[in-house]
């Protein structure tokens, strides 16, 4: 009993891992289309698959599976917003596979009887449940686990068994039918060991043009539409819309703030309270209690590495046992010193206001400036706000804080001030390669600290994000009663509307799929609802502006010119079709390259051995040499070949054939890898096909 009690508790975990096994070895990620607003649904229903329910609980169940997958591959006991958004899309996307697999294996008539499921139960566990009755010597227990099965006190876990083993072995029915389908036939080993194995060695001199713009201008008109009629593949338009929007974010208020520090301070002195050596596992334990992110175990470190501190002496006076915090980019972090080391090398905080002179002549005037600067923030101390106001460093916007730099890190002339200056005072001007340089010194240390680390996110309260969600739906209302720019305008609310146009397999906005789903709903002036993004801390409100169908992009101006660009390139290269002929008049059979190089010595000899379908850094991407290649003999020097980038003449050296003896031994696992790749192919393709024609509607922004 307490085998199966235990079983019990491992269930949920293994009823998921068993349900995804099947996807997971046939293909992992495809975009899902989505639909938000159109039809009634049940109270539990997130979305529809070709009119098929997907509930919380299909969704969850996938969802918690991979969410622990990816728990147990990184180590960790909380996920990042960014991991989260990421599992939540391939649960969902995964969620939509098994329906639809689910209902053509409805379909296809494939069932399962009750006597295989029995068949495997009793005569051909799987391991997972072997492995409850195995002992230390790795030995199976079989009168246990029959006995096991046939106690009625475990009527419920076997019902469960078995519904897991019937859905799993009509997965495993699928597959197999899918795979029969595949034939592999003895040529098509051949084609891919000879592609794989076969090699020519050859010489070559490639001729490439330096340059196309001055044949720009003799494109004419008919030539741009000669090309765009004959490539009308490499301008499809995938359907798209042009969208505008306004994002109400999730910003923590005072108040929100104010109840996170009194939570800080009072995990501050609960964790001064414990004593210095207390075990990693106590703090964690400490920590589950106040924060959602992982305790980080303590460290040695340079204060240079410390950011976010509220003054340097907090950190560089602080003794064994004292706890400090920090805050930066929107996080807390509570430390406490455990141990101090002198390692003698020195660490310093500088702040830094630059007046560049950009070139020599410059120098005497940002001089004079600097001096004036020096001046300035001698007597009137904010050398913050003068470094905002004239400093020409990327560390002006921070009002010229560097942070901690450790030795050898920032600029010489800056470091051996920095090193040597009494903390506090303010020097320069100091000529760098840059311009002159003003330094107030903020503090200096040896010291390496031994810290550890309680971060915690400072999050919007459940009010907070009530008032913003309102304040999302009342826009929403407005701008559908006296239009988006109006109400925004009255609400004093930036639009955003220079985003490039969205299409279905353009990087999702905010990271979130269902909103660029959503948005394909929608017809040209529809507003959406207001959608919250969790992962980004928002909420979106957006306007369809167009809606761009699918098909090829018209010759506009912007399209031309690319045409232009790209007949203007074939006109380069066909301009050196002449000098290719005249070197290659120049070679006589059995003659090495290198002989053209007397008559050009811009002429490049190269070398390099390629397969029949292999691209390589010396060639690229020019399979008409490759072709050439093996369909010369060697010693055999090839005409002018016109290729993508430029002309080529080819010499070929030797070749190196597939050995067909050693395909003959090989043929067996040639045979199951290529056997493998193309069931894998077809079964992807066919699952894929499946979900382009599918009716696939999403309500999950309801839930978020």
Known sequence: MAVMNKMREKMTVIFAGLAGAFLLMIIFEWGAQGDFFKTSRKPDEIGKVNGMSITNKDYDAMYQELRQQKLQETKKTTLTDAEENDIREKAWDQTVIQKILDQKMDEYGIVVTDQEIRDVLFYNPPEFLKRNFTDSLGRFDEASYFQALKDPHNDTIVAKLSKTMRDELKKQKLSGLLQSVVRVTRSEMWDRYDNSTSKATIQFVKLKPKGYKEYVSKVSDDEVKKYYDEHLYLYKREEGRKIKFVVFREMPTAKDSAMIMDRVEVLKKKWAALPVEARDSVVSDLARDYTELPYEPPIMQPPAIVNGLPNDSEILNAKVGDVVTTFSQGQIKVMRILGVQDTGATFYHAKEILIGFGNPQNKDSAKALAEKVLAEVKSV????????????????????????????????????????????????????????????????????????????????????????????????????????????????????????????????????????????????????????????????????????????????????????????KRKAIEALAGKAKELRAMLNPGDDLNKLTAADSSVKILQT??????????LQTEYAVNNAAFAMKPGEISQPIEGINGYYIVKLLSVTPADKKQFQSQSTKEFQSLSQEKQQRFIGQWIQELKEKATVVDYRSHRM
Do not use: C
Request: charged share 20%; no cysteine; glycine share 8%.
């Open 381 to 568: 101390p904010d050398f913050s706000a003068a470094a905002r106001k004239y400093s020409q460093s990327p560390s002006a916007r921070n009002g010229g804080d560097l942070g901690w730099l450790g030795p050898k890190v920032y600029l010489p002339e800056i470091e051996s001030v920095a090193m040597k200056a009494p903390v506090g005072s303010i020097t320069g001007p100091i000529e760098t390669s840059t311009g002159y340089s003003i330094i107030q010194v903020k503090g200096r240390t040896q010291r390496h600290l031994l810290i550890a680390t309680i971060p915690i996110t400072v999050h919007s309260s459940s009010t907070t994000q009530r008032v913003v969600q309102q304040s999302a739906a009342i826009f929403r209302e407005r701008a559908a009663k006296d239009g988006f720019d109006q109400a925004a305008l009255a609400l004093g609310l930036h639009v955003s509307a220079d985003v490039p146009p969205l299409t279905k397999k353009s990087q999702p906005m905010f990271g979130y799929t269902p909103w660029v789903n959503y948005i394909f709903e929608l017809s040209a002036g529809d507003i959406t609802q207001p959608v919250r993004i969790a992962s980004a801390k928002l909420y979106v409100v957006g306007q369809v502006i167009e809606v761009t169908p699918e098909g090829t992009k018209p010759l506009d101006t912007v399209l031309r010119e690319q045409v232009k660009t790209a007949v203007a």
């Open 609 to 618: 051995a390629i397969g029949p379908a292999e691209s390589v850094s010396e």
